[in-house]
């Protein structure tokens, strides 16, 4: 079973940045992809970035050009770092790691952007 445990998150005014971190471990396979979903008050979940294995991303349509996400296979960690925040980008930010048995969901860090 991997475990996945989320940090970095925070409240930072419009236009500010924050950077999060998500560290997985346990497991006896190997990670194969690794992600940032977020869920807004009375919203569904939905991708926020992702990065595979051999590095290739992916990201929202709302997030691309502000958002970057980067990955350290050697110790199973995922970064998010995240520029130009608005208001609408406020949201608990979940990492979530996949492995050919299943993937695991952190807990969620709350990312707030307010004046």
């Known amino acids: 079973q991997v475990h996945v445990v989320e940090s970095g998150g925070g409240l930072v005014q419009p236009g500010g940045s924050l950077r999060l971190s998500c560290a997985a471990f346990?497991?006896?396979?190997?990670?194969?992809?690794m992600g940032w979903y977020r869920q807004a008050p009375g919203k569904e979940r939905e991708l926020v970035a992702d990065?595979?294995?051999?590095?290739?991303?992916n990201y929202a349509d709302s997030v691309k050009g502000r958002f970057t996400i980067s990955r350290d296979n050697a110790k199973n960690m995922v970064y998010l770092q995240m520029n130009s925040l608005k208001p609408e980008d406020t949201a608990v930010y979940y990492c979530n790691a996949a492995t050919v048995r299943g993937s695991s969901w952190g807990q969620g860090t709350q990312v707030t952007v307010s004046l």
């Open positions: 990065i595979d294995v051999g590095g290739r991303t």
């Open positions: 346990g497991g006896i396979f190997s990670i194969n992809y």
